[in-house]
């Protein structure tokens, strides 16, 4: 191992504890993502000069609903993302482990498929453009994603793979799964994809928004999103420690970059769809 490695810092995983019952961090930016969001989207309605026509389109009083319509899909859809897409053998054979997400275990790319049927039903239920809808909500999305990767940080996981830069870190949990190999520095790309997925897109949907007017065409911020996202994630596999027994770990190909190629194809024609839309009208 290298002298220069940094030692991974050992937080607790749990931020406190009331009696029994503790409070992870995880949890916390799961509610912080979602409850930050949520103050994002009414600020966006609140602000009238980024809409066509200066209206909204729909008002702040709406917002709480689509929260709870959030949480609901972003919890149905990430834990049902992981049974399906990383662990289904084991939850076949367990499936009453399904529901306890107590244990871990979310996945992304499913909490984005369960977010998009929850927006959409709204929009049904309220007779609103599913489209602006998404956006709104794809707008605040990379708040989540900057608190969700903080969090992989702090609890140790998702680590990336063995590197000798400088900032390479020593992950304590890695050598549970590679004995033979560790200690070794590891790229901490929990903080790469904090950065990129979370902060930077986060950026670029606020110049979208606010500097190029993309919310008078709707679709056009949730195509950047989606687009922008599955780049970011792909780069982020490139120093990410891959599942070596998962089916699409294969020549270089891995399951973030896998799921993420159908989000860029689909933001791509989000995008095209947009701003034909917008021709037309």
């Known amino acids: 191992m290298s002298f220069l490695a940094i030692p991974f810092p050992g937080l607790d995983p749990v931020a406190f504890s009331i009696g029994p019952l503790s409070v992870k961090w995880y949890g916390l930016a799961y509610m912080a993502g ?77 909490a984005l498929l369960g977010c998009g049927a929850a927006i959409w039903l ?12 998404m956006d709104l909500c794809a707008a605040a999305v990379p708040i989540g994603l900057l608190f969700g990767r903080l969090a992989n940080f702090i609890n140790g996981e998702l680590w990336g793979r063995p590197t000798n830069v400088w900032w390479g870190m020593v992950f304590p949990e890695a050598k549970f799964y590679f004995p033979n190999s560790e200690p070794q520095p590891r790229h901490p790309s929990q903080l790469y994809e904090a950065g990129l997925e979370g902060l930077a897109l986060f950026l670029i949907l606020r110049l979208m928004t606010h500097k190029l007017r993309a919310l008078e065409q709707p679709g056009q911020v949730t195509g950047a999103f989606l687009a922008g996202y599955g780049i970011f994630r792909s780069f982020c596999e490139l120093y990410r420690q891959p599942d070596p027994l998962h089916a699409l770990t294969y020549y270089g190909l891995t399951p973030g970059i896998a799921y993420s190629i159908p989000m860029v194809m689909l933001g791509a024609w989000f995008v095209w769809r947009a701003r034909r839309q917008a021709v037309v009208a």
Request: net charge positive.
């Open 34 to 110: 979602l409850l930050l969001g949520w103050l994002y989207i009414r600020k966006l309605l609140a602000t009238s000069g980024i809409w066509a026509k200066a209206t909204p389109p729909f008002g702040i009083e709406r917002v709480d609903d689509l929260l709870l319509y959030m949480t609901l899909g972003v919890i149905a859809g990430g834990r049902l993302g992981f049974v399906l897409f990383y662990e289904p053998g084991f939850y076949l054979a367990n499936p009453l482990d399904i529901p306890a997400i107590w244990k871990g275990g979310m996945a992304f790319h499913g």
């Open 122 to 133: 709204f929009a049904h239920n309220n007779k609103l453009n599913p489209f602006s809808a």
